[in-house]
């Protein structure tokens, strides 16, 4: 039997899988790792610790499942979008790598806009958003000069983690699209972009397609793998464009909705010659010359995860969610909005941060869950209904991420959406999408369409109930104004935000 390996370097975790030619999952294994957050604001992660446990977790996957390493053909990858890692001449990290859910880069922002206008949204598609790459490099460039002086290139989280399995440094089209550095609709690096801010072309690494074979696996990692040499690497993707990969979002009308760290909804678009104004971002597809566009929640899992932390660090994740069937659609008059780390759609704020509204007494830690799982998943609707506006058809979703292990929270989405939710065998979309690409890059399918029909399998639908439909619709609608009616009081809050 012959097998792929798709790795997805995750913001919480990495995670491989083992996919044989059926598209069969065979295995799985996952390692996680820390977030650094000195500040408000700040999020940071040491790119060697992305190393270490993807070399653990590849590790585990071989002997976990007994096979033989020499019986894997390709491996390839997803990555978390937008982080920045600096290398020296050596190819050496210079720093932390900066996440894209760090948001200390307010006001490199309002350089971009204010130094290229118009020009900004007609090559990079995107606005400039605090979360995205180029910001950072100017931050650096400004804050950290000695350092920025000493940088001879910079990559992406996926790309960085191939580069050190390999050795070779490339970039690829669909993580470079969220950089505000390329020039999406022609696919390459933009000498007008870069030039205005004095970046040399020569640190953007060169662009291949997502199934361009890279290179093999360098001799140490594949002997601490027990994975072969000969093996071959290919690109892979952003882990938006691979989580749509492994969830057949690969045609017009169809749509994602991703529930990890971060959220988004995501719609497919053969054309790059779409104009969102910048409420939506725009990226560049793994498949090749195809694009999606997509609104993204920055706190969506995260918001979870910190509630938990916080309030019932004890319970498991499933254990808490209970707290979904124990409790009614709107929590007793209970309203959350996830911006715990500032937001992207539709409000593109880094200050803003989240609130708890209509608290009583009698609610209890089942309330708050409920609210905190309602919350996200109406500022996912936002997104949703923006993709509407902009004229994509939208009659069903495919759910994919850590969010779509819950049944109780996929009927929610069926009933806040309004639209049929479709479950996936694996909720892995990412690392199924990066597998695919391996397959096809190995020559095993024709196309990923071809690939899609026997990797991906869908394993229930979950369809809108019209009287929950109805009162969520009631919500959403006071939801959307908790945003505006807490802009200001976050604005002057954020003087007493000391850490
Ligand atoms: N059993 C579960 N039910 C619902 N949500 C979960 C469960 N386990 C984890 N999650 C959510 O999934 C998120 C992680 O999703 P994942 O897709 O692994 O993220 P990432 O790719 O960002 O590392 C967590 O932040 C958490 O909120
Ligand atoms: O910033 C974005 C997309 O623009 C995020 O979606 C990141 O790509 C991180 O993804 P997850 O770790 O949440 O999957």
């Known amino acids: 039997m012959k097998y792929v390996i798709g790795v997805d370097l995750g913001t919480s975790a990495v995670k491989a899988l083992l996919v044989n030619r059926e598209g069969r999952v065979c295995g799985e294994a996952s390692r996680d790792y820390p977030l650094i957050q000195e500040r408000s604001g700040y999020n940071e992660q040491d790119p060697e610790l992305w190393v270490k446990a993807t070399v653990e977790a590849l590790r585990g996957l071989v002997s976990d499942t007994g096979i033989d390493g020499n019986d894997v053909e390709g491996m390839s990858f997803s990555g978390q979008m937008h982080g920045l890692v600096l290398l020296d001449g050596e190819g050496n990290a210079l720093r932390n790598a900066i996440l894209w859910n760090d948001t200390r880069t307010s006001e490199q922002c309002r350089e971009i806009e204010a130094k290229l206008g118009k020009r900004l949204l007609g090559i990079a598609k995107n606005r400039a958003l605090e979360g995205f790459t180029l910001p950072k490099l100017l931050w650096v460039k400004r804050h950290e000069p000695e350092l920025f002086a000493k940088a001879a290139a910079f990559v992406l989280p996926k790309d960085y983690l191939r580069y050190r399995l390999t050795g070779h440094l490339a970039a690829e089209y669909s993580d470079a699209a969220g950089t505000l550095l390329l020039d999406v609709a022609n696919r390459r690096w933009s000498e007008e972009i870069a030039g205005a801010f004095g970046i040399p072309l020569s640190m953007c690494p060169p662009l291949v397609g997502s199934e361009a074979k890279v290179g093999t696996l360098l001799p140490a990692i594949a002997g601490q793998t027990g994975l072969p040499e000969f093996m071959g690497v290919f690109a892979g993707g952003a882990d938006n464009a691979c989580g749509a990969i492994g969830a057949g979002i690969l045609s017009e009308g169809e749509t994602l909705c991703s529930i990890g760290t971060s959220g988004v909804v995501l719609s497919y678009r053969d054309s790059g010659d779409n104009d969102y104004a910048g409420k939506l971002h725009f990226f560049n597809h793994g498949k090749k010359d195809s694009f999606y566009a997509m609104g993204v929640t920055l706190a ?194 954020s003087a007493f935000r000391t850490s």
């Not at 209970?322 to 009614?328: D, P």
């Not at 009583?360 to 869950?369: I, N, R, V």
Request: hydrophobic letters at 40%.
């Open 300 to 493: 969506a899992g995260y918001s979870l995860s910190w509630f938990k932390e916080t309030f019932a660090p004890e319970a498991s994740f499933d254990d808490l969610l209970k707290g979904l069937e124990q409790t009614t659609a709107g929590a007793n008059g209970l309203l959350f909005t996830p911006y715990l780390v500032g937001e992207r759609t539709p409000h593109a704020d880094a200050a803003t941060r989240a609130s708890f509204v209509g608290m009583d007494a009698s609610h209890g830690l089942p309330h708050f869950t409920r609210a905190v799982v309602e919350g996200i998943t109406f500022s996912l609707k936002e997104s949703l209904e923006l993709l509407r506006d902009a004229g994509h058809d939208i009659r069903s979703l495919v759910s994919i991420g850590g969010g779509a292990k819950n049944e109780t929270w996929l009927q929610m989405q069926a009933d806040i959406f309004g639209v049929d939710i479709h479950r996936l065998e694996s909720e892995q979309g990412p690392a199924l999408g990066a597998a695919m690409l391996a397959a096809c890059g190995c020559g095993w399918f024709e196309s990923l369409e071809r690939c899609a029909t026997m990797f991906i399998k869908r394993s229930k639908t979950f369809r809108p109930n019209a009287r929950q439909a109805e009162r969520y619709a009631d919500l959403f609608r006071i939801y959307g104004q908790v945003y505006e009616n807490t802009r200001q009081l976050n604005e002057e809050l």
